[in-house]
């Protein structure tokens, strides 16, 4: 059975060798000097363009970011070594590199001005509450990955690859939330990171063990793979908990959201010009912000149709905005 996924995921004619895919993925093979230099200016300039980007809200500069990123390399050299059962330290890049793109996070994070929110900047917040889609696609981006480096024909999908998986803008989002000491957005960034590792590792180990490169590993030093493979699972198991309570929760207060509106719009509705601009969630408080020209209704109205709509344990606060329409000039006048 494996053989036939084999022969189907990876021709022999399109096979790399063991010997070319351990030199792109191990930082101690080969030109050792090179590869270092290569990986810590890369991932410098990559950490230094995704903060610029996060901050400045440049979809395209994050991107760019990405797909110049070298942390992917000791990641899927992390797999390799599981495949091959031997070590090539290759998390110790994986950590010191992670550490030094949470340092420019840091470091960028101290032009920002008092007072500036950081779940109004969507490249943050999109990054801070990860959910279990994200471990799909980073899961199924590293059997992507893992295919395309075994295979001499479509090496041209890595870059997508890199676009696909998120690893340094959320380390740069790490750097940034500590740096205003946000701890809890901070902790969210890091939970992405995490999954989305740990994802790309269990991926491509299983590809490359299914692949045949285990089999094909003449050095062995006693170890274990199925306790390597125990261990990620392990730790994806920890991993996935929070994320499954924190798809959870977003679902809970999106639905929530949703009902608050409407209730919000059916106390409204006899108010000529007043709408209803946003309803959002601060904690655990529903956040209802409307604009009138007028007076509002009762506020008692309001209260009497949440409730049994909207579970006591969230707080509700409205924002009203009340002002005038004035025609200056009429149009053509």
């Known amino acids: 059975m494996a053989y036939q996924i084999r022969g189907k995921l990876l021709p022999e004619n399109q096979r790399r060798t063991l010997e070319e895919l351990t030199d792109d993925l191990d930082l101690r093979a080969g030109d050792v000097r090179a590869k270092r230099s ?26 760019g970011a990405m797909i110049i990123a070298p942390l992917a390399t000791p990641i899927m050299g992390i797999a390799l070594a599981i495949a091959k059962r031997e070590s090539n330290h290759a998390g110790r890049y994986v950590l010191s590199g992670s550490l030094l ?33 994200d471990m799909v696609a980073a899961l199924a981006t590293g059997l992507a990955g893992a295919v395309a480096l075994a295979r001499r024909d479509v090496a041209a999908v890595l870059p997508g690859v890199a676009i696909a998986i998120s690893l340094v803008p959320p380390l740069a989002v790490v750097g940034i939330c500590l740096g205003v000491g946000d701890w809890g957005l901070a902790f969210g960034a890091t939970l992405l990171f995490l999954s989305n590792i740990l994802a790309l590792v269990l991926a491509g180990a299983l590809v490359f063990a299914v692949l045949g490169y285990a089999d094909e590993a003449t050095i062995s030093r006693g170890q274990s793979r199925r306790r390597a493979y125990l261990v990620l699972t392990s730790l ?12 959870f929760v977003n679902y809970v207060f999106a639905s929530y959201t949703r009902t608050a509106k409407e209730v919000a719009q059916e106390w409204i509705a006899d108010t000529s010009g007043a709408e209803v601009t946003d309803v959002s969630a601060e904690g655990l408080v529903l956040v209802i912000s409307v604009k009138a020209p ?20 969230f707080g509700v606060r409205l924002e009203s905005t009340v002002g005038t329409k004035t025609e200056v000039r009429p149009a053509g006048g």
Request: without cysteine; charged residues 10%; aromatic residues 4%.
């Open 236 to 247: 994806m198991v920890a991993v996935l908990i929070p994320l499954l309570a924190n798809t």
């Open 294 to 313: 007028g007076d509002l209704p009762p506020i008692d109205d309001l209260r009497t149709a949440l409730d049994g709509r909207v579970l006591d344990v």
């Open 101 to 133: 793109v949470v340092g420019i996070g840091v470091v960028f994070a101290q032009v920002l001005p008092v007072g500036y929110v950081l779940l109004d900047n969507p490249q943050i917040s999109g990054r801070v509450s990860p959910g279990v889609l």
């Open 38 to 63: 290569a990986f810590w200016t890369m991932l410098t300039l990559s950490a230094v363009i995704a903060s610029a980007g996060v901050l400045g809200e440049s979809t395209a500069t994050v991107i």
